[in-house]
């Protein structure tokens, strides 16, 4: 089977540039590789549903990891897949991070929000937001209490209740990640009769 000459050229231009940054890794034979491997790394992370800026951020973070461990290709006749896994890897990570988001509501301005969003009386948010707290550890109701009624700042909870500091974000974070459904749907039943 006989290649295109385009696609020889490529693999020889590429094979040109890998070797002289694989034997004299500087500035000037990095810059040449990362020209050569760029375009192709964000059209990789692009086929992969990534948006462009991320595929950029993401490409940027493999050629960086080949500059600071060029020296352990031991085959170079691999490098090429071997800088591919390392993109493999890092859209891993990408996914994984992404999968562990979770969503929470920002809780200052919860009171607010539902009075304003009301024809109804302040005091029947207040009863429907004390409903939502059944949902929540005393733990947890006592660190949104502090936090967002008290309007005690983390470290003075901390100090207060002798826990560590990142006790009291975790509490808050796990309590408004329970209360974030609750609040969702309120908000779209809200919308549907308006």
Known sequence: MMH????????????????????????????????????????FFRSRGCEVALSEDLTQEVMLTVYRKAAQVRDRSLFRAWLFKIARNALCRQYGKK???????????????LVASSNKSAGTSAFEFHGWMVFLESSEREALTLRFVEEWEYHEIAAAKKIPIG??????????????PHLKARQISRREAA
Do not use: C, H, Y
């Open 4 to 43: 295109p000459p385009m696609a020889n050229d490529r693999t020889l231009r590429e094979s040109g540039v890998i070797e002289k940054f694989l034997v004299s890794p500087n500035e000037e034979s990095f810059a040449d590789l990362f020209r050569v491997f760029t375009p192709q790394l964000v059209a």
């Open 99 to 113: 999968s562990r988001e979770v969503e929470t509501v920002d809780l200052a301005n919860v009171a607010g929000s």
């Open 167 to 180: 006790t009291v974000q975790w509490r808050v974070f796990n309590a408004k990640k329970k209360l974030a």
